[in-house]
T-cell receptor, first 111, second 115 residues
């Protein structure tokens, strides 16, 4: 099983602050996805990155896939209370067609 | 709007009971998955199915079985529930296998408590 390490595990910040969440592995992935899960709901896909070095933007969220396709980051600019949730990365490929999930980063944004 | 529906949001069962968790998707997806989610452990794959009547074990299949008699329905069965199976259970479906980067659609989850 490929391992994905997410950091930090918990993040509690004030509205307007910036933050970065990291997802790292020693394995190479063919694709990497970021999901957000709100309390009491299932995860919802935010983005899929497939090319090393790729950067994707979704409003205030910026996602980057490492050049070697072993790591990824999620940067949120000017966080808002609506960004509160559990952020999960999931990587697939390298001989496994079922993705491996990281343990998640729990984000709380205080008004 | 695509949908994955889990039959129950909350369940309380007694130790030793046989428990059925049902999941239905309306997107005609080939692939369906059952995960359990525990604090600090993330999502762990229990079983998945890539076609009707086909199933594969995931990382933690012990104590569970699955059934996929129809394409739209994937059931998770706890043969004899135990307290260590108290968890959030998530069902997902996807149109392609995930190494292609296909999106997975999740149900809202079933929070199971075994007493």
């Amino acid at each position: 099983t490929q391992l994905l390490e997410q950091s930090p595990q918990f993040l509690s910040i004030q509205e307007g602050e910036n933050l970065t969440v990291y997802c790292n592995s020693s394995s190479v992935f063919s694709s990497l996805q970021w999901y957000r899960q709100e309390p009491g709901e299932g995860p919802v896909l935010l983005v899929t990155v497939v090319t090393g070095g790729e950067v994707k933007k979704l409003k205030r969220l910026t996602f980057q896939f490492g050049d070697a396709r072993k790591d990824s980051s999620l940067h949120i600019t000017a966080a808002q209370p609506g960004d509160t949730g559990l952020y999960l990365c999931a990587g697939a490929g390298g001989g496994s067609y079922i993705p491996t999930f990281g343990r998640g980063t729990s984000l709380i944004v205080h008004p | 709007d695509v949908k994955v529906t889990q039959s129950s949001r909350y369940l309380v069962k007694r130790t030793g009971e046989k428990v059925f968790l049902e999941c239905v998707q309306d997107m005609d997806h080939e692939n369906m998955f059952w995960y359990r989610q525990d604090p600090g452990l993330g999502l762990r794959l229990i079983y998945f199915s890539y076609d009707v009547k086909m199933k594969e074990k995931g990382d933690i299949p012990e104590g569970y079985s699955v059934s996929r008699e129809k394409k739209e329905r994937f059931s998770l069965i706890l043969e004899s529930a135990s307290t260590n199976q108290t968890s959030m259970y998530l069902c997902a479906s996807s149109p392609e296998l995930w190494d292609s980067g296909a999106e997975a659609f999740f149900g809202q989850g079933t929070r199971l408590t075994v007493v």
